[in-house]
């Protein structure tokens, strides 16, 4: 095993696991900042990966302005006494206990069977500029960015919903 696949797995399970706890986490402070730590550690997946722009989307706008946003609202929400806190948690245990061990079997399911990685990257003319490559070259990063700003939009709808 090469040293950067070392690190791809160390990345892989780091995101899963961040992400894991961003979802399981009682308080929403601990949510806000697990997503951040999710999205930075995506970020660096998608660097390494050889996306830096789709990168540098996404740790603005979803480390960076996604989490603003989040703790903005949350200030403007009431706080949870500790018994209600716990009350909600085991709640979500009991909802999403399957969720980990589907995981770690997908995981494994994954690493297990071998997919073929033939496809090649298209690498932009050094001539191009920012507009021609996300509107001609990178649809699917700009669908991705939508999506993911649209999401934190219902985000913020949920909360201040009532």
Known sequence: MTIDMTINIILGVALV??????????RLLRSVI???LTSVILTIIM???NSPLAAVFELSVCAG?????FISCISLTQRLTDEQAAAKQKERFSKFWLLPVILVLAGVALYQIP???DFHLQAAPSESDVRNIIWNM???DL???IVILLAGAFGVVALFKD
């Open 115 to 117: 997919i073929p990685l």
């Open 17 to 26: 696991l961040a992400a894991a706890w961003t979802v399981m986490t009682a």
């Open 34 to 36: 697990g997503l951040a």
């Open 47 to 49: 660097f390494k990966l």
């Open 138 to 140: 990178r649809h699917l």
């Open 65 to 69: 302005l996604i989490s603003a946003i």
């Open 143 to 145: 669908v991705g960015q």
